[in-house]
């Protein structure tokens, strides 16, 4: 199984190779950012991290070929009328509710980094560290908040600087790995949640981000997150993909083609019923282009994907294949203000299917894989899956290290009768129609010096027609409207990046 993964993601990586081998002798950096909200992937290594010649000692000026990183963040959440069920496991087996009280969590999270390059070339490793933990909340620790004392990242890498033309690497990857690809709406570290995606397996890539093409293959198996154990790698499941990135088209946009698929071997009998998995053999090609207008003004950021295949449906012991045919997009159109506040205004629009008959043959529900929420509300509460949200949002600058950005969004079921899957909501009749609510937030960030940076933020989501009709008997607070407010501070021990030193 592992070798036909790995000779899978060769074959696509041979294929992009030849597709691009006229501008192998180029170097120059044509690498450019999308301007689209929160969908830019964390850099590889990790932001925090600085090279130990960038940091704040004199003393290590010339030593360029170590990386470190050491950060900390403790947020303050405050959630009334939380939509997010969680897990009451005190009865004999577990049962999903919903929070009924106001919550006050304070969520801490540290991550150290360590990593050589250069100096040992052509091989280089990283080790990343992470502690996430949770206090004062009223519900069970989920993942999501708790992992304690967990590698996320230790990898070897064989890098070859100039193996496709001058300034153009190939690297190989091997080990546990943690990083963020097109944008982050599939394969993410998910960096607002207080754990980390992260995976065991290979790594090619062909180029980098600065050179006018590139091509990022990979064959990973995911980790399961331990909340106070080792975590495991999923034996039974493989992500696999390709993503390939042509920049010289255009000095002003990106086209990125890349396929992806998840292939589950399922154990829909094991005598464990937390264990019970179902077959599944997704194939999810697509194609994200972003970019700006020219010098007007204008930007624009936009994916497509198209998911088919097969997914298992279990009763019991009991396995029944349906057939998969999802899609969705995402599309958001910008416009930057000639004023020193840079103002930026922005509309989006996106789109998921969800499943139209649960009994059927048939499934329609995109799978969102490891993707990043946020970008789809602040509350947390939708992801890529049955859905229409359209989006309109402001960002400025008003003064130096000073960040504001504000949004009001709507949300409607794509499918009446299929799940609201982040609340665990559901109308099989589709009688209480599709309209989930809308969601007003605002946030301000802020970099206090090079070493502290603090943020808080504020969202109100107003619940619709079909939010309001699933109101429980023992949770009648799902139809009212809900208030989340986090604050803040992250610290990091070695700066900005911009030595002190003369």
Do not use: C
Not at 1 to 11: E, G, K, L, P
Not at 140 to 168: C, M, P, W
């Amino acid at each position: 199984m592992q070798r036909n993964f790995i000779n899978t993601v060769s074959a696509a990586s041979a294929l992009g190779l030849l597709l691009a081998l006229p501008g192998l002798v180029n170097a120059e950096d044509y690498f450019r950012k999308t301007r689209g909200y929160r969908v830019e992937p964390d850099s590889d290594p990790p932001s925090y991290v600085r090279k130990l010649s960038q940091t704040q000692f004199d003393q290590f000026r010339d030593i360029d070929w170590l990386n470190v990183g050491l950060d900390h963040r403790t947020r303050y959440e405050y959630r009334e009328n939380d939509y997010r069920f969680w897990t009451d496991t005190t009865p004999a087996g577990p049962v999903k509710r919903y929070r009924a009280d106001p919550d006050n969590l304070f969520l801490l999270r540290t991550r150290a980094y360590v990593g050589i390059t250069d100096i040992l070339d052509p091989f280089r490793f990283a080790v990343e560290f992470q502690n996430s933990s949770s206090e004062n909340g009223h519900y069970e620790r989920s993942d999501s908040d708790v992992n304690e004392h967990e590698l996320i990242q230790a990898y070897g890498e064989l890098y070859f600087k100039n193996a496709l033309g001058f300034n153009r690497p190939l690297s190989v990857r091997a080990g546990r790995m943690a990083y963020e690809v097109l944008d982050r709406r599939l394969l993410a570290r998910n960096e607002f949640r207080n754990t980390t995606n992260n995976f065991f397996g290979y790594r090619v890539h062909f180029g980098k981000q600065q050179n006018d093409w590139d091509l990022d293959t990979f064959a990973l198996q995911p980790l399961e997150r331990l909340k106070y154990q080792w975590d495991k790698n999923d034996e039974d499941t493989w992500f696999y993909g390709g993503i390939l990135s042509i920049r010289r088209w255009s000095e002003f946009i990106t086209i990125q083609p890349y396929f992806m698929g998840r292939k589950v071997n399922g154990d829909p009998t094991n005598s464990v019923v937390a264990n019970r998995k179902a077959d599944m053999d997704i194939y999810a090609p697509g194609l994200r282009v972003y970019g700006l207008f020219g010098s007007s003004g204008f930007d624009f950021d936009a994916d497509i994907n198209k998911q088919f295949g097969t997914v298992g449906s279990l009763s019991g012991t009991r396995q029944t294949k349906q057939n998969h045919d999802a899609l969705a997009y995402a599309m958001e159109l910008g416009y930057t203000f000639d004023h020193e506040w840079k103002p930026r205004a922005s509309v989006f629009y996106g789109y998921g299917t969800g499943d139209k008959n649960g009994v059927d043959n048939n499934n329609q529900r995109f799978d969102a894989f490891y993707g990043f929420n946020q970008p789809w509300s602040r509350n947390d509460y939708f992801s890529w899956d049955n859905i229409h949200a359209p989006k309109a949002r402001l960002e400025f600058v008003p003064y130096k290290e000073v960040r504001i950005d504000t949004g009001f969004n709507a949300y409607w079921l794509e499918n009446e009768s299929a799940a609201w899957n982040r609340a665990n909501l559901q109308d099989r009749t589709g009688k209480s129609g599709s309209f989930l609510g809308y969601e007003w937030d605002l946030r301000l960030r802020h970099k206090l010096n090079p070493y502290v940076d603090w943020s808080m933020s504020y969202a109100y989501f107003s619940p619709g027609d079909f939010t309001r009709a699933q109101a429980r008997i023992d949770g009648p607070y799902t139809s009212q409207p809900t208030n989340f407010f986090y604050f803040e501070v992250s610290l990091n021990a070695f700066g900005d990046g911009k030595p002190t030193y003369k």
